[in-house]
């Protein structure tokens, strides 16, 4: 199994571009979420999915799409980028309720 | 709402010496509980998780943790730290029944930045 996967895993933009980070895992888990990493203020969570056709609002979603059309494919778009959107961005999944988290790699977010 | 406390934010240690992080969570249910570690660069590893039976559990690289239900604690533990061990370290709860409400029901711990100084 790859796990969990996500690209591209370094990223550029300027204030006002769109673009959209890919995640996919090969594990079958029902949920899938996105995480944001900032300096102090651990992670935040933007949103999730509990399923197929479900996704939901996390911590911070403002500025921030998802979907969530098959179990493997959870992309994060952003719509119009900001500078207080750098950050590090972390997809991960995991089978059901109680069990543990898979993180991918993360996707290293500039916005200038 | 469950929430997950941390008590240090930064802790720096000499190599050998003993490690323990703090870790206190508030939920009402039975609870799973995790310690994940983010080694500089890199995205989180699971290091141990408790789900039931034994309350003391040991993870990778000499690491065990403590459940005490009693106190809400599952403190992280190693004897003996090395250089390697310098990460960041957070500790994640999950109740067993999804509740919806804008939080996907597994909650992390701000995180812990251990330091080892060779």
């Known amino acids: 199994n790859a796990g969990v996967t996500q690209t591209p895993k370094f990223q550029v933009l300027k204030t006002g571009q769109s673009m959209t980070l890919q995640c996919a895992q090969d594990?079958?888990?029902?949920?899938m979420s996105w995480y944001r990493q900032d300096p102090g203020m651990g992670l935040r969570l933007i949103h999730y999915?509990?399923?197929?056709?479900?996704?939901d609002q996390g911590e911070v979603p403002n500025g921030y799409n998802v979907s969530r059309s098959t179990t493997e494919d959870f992309p994060l778009r952003l719509l119009s980028a900001a500078p207080s959107q750098t950050s590090v961005y972390f997809c991960?999944?995991?089978?059901?309720?109680?069990?543990?988290?898979?993180f991918g790699p993360g996707t290293r977010l500039t916005v200038t | 709402a469950q929430s997950v406390s941390q008590h240090n934010h930064h802790v720096i240690l000499s190599e050998a010496a003993s490690l323990e992080l703090g870790c206190n969570y508030s939920?009402?249910?039975?609870?799973?509980l995790f310690w994940y570690v983010q080694y500089p660069g890199q995205h989180l590893q699971l290091l141990l998780k408790?789900?039931?039976?034994?309350?003391l559990v040991k993870g990778i690289k000499g690491f065990e943790a403590e459940f005490i239900k009693s106190k809400f604690s599952f403190n992280l533990r190693k004897p003996s730290v090395q250089w390697s061990d310098t990460a960041e370290y957070f500790c994640?709860?999950?109740?067993?029944?999804?509740?919806?409400?804008?939080?996907?029901?597994?909650?992390f711990g701000k995180g812990t930045h251990l330091i080892i100084q060779p």
């Open positions: 991960a999944s995991r089978k059901g309720q109680g069990w543990e988290q898979y």
């Open positions: 594990m079958n888990h029902e949920y």
């Open positions: 999915s509990v399923g197929a056709g479900i996704t």
């Open positions: 939920y009402g249910g039975t609870v799973n």
């Open positions: 408790y789900f039931s039976g034994d309350p």
């Open positions: 994640a709860v999950t109740g067993l029944h999804y509740s919806g409400g804008g939080a996907d029901g597994l909650t």
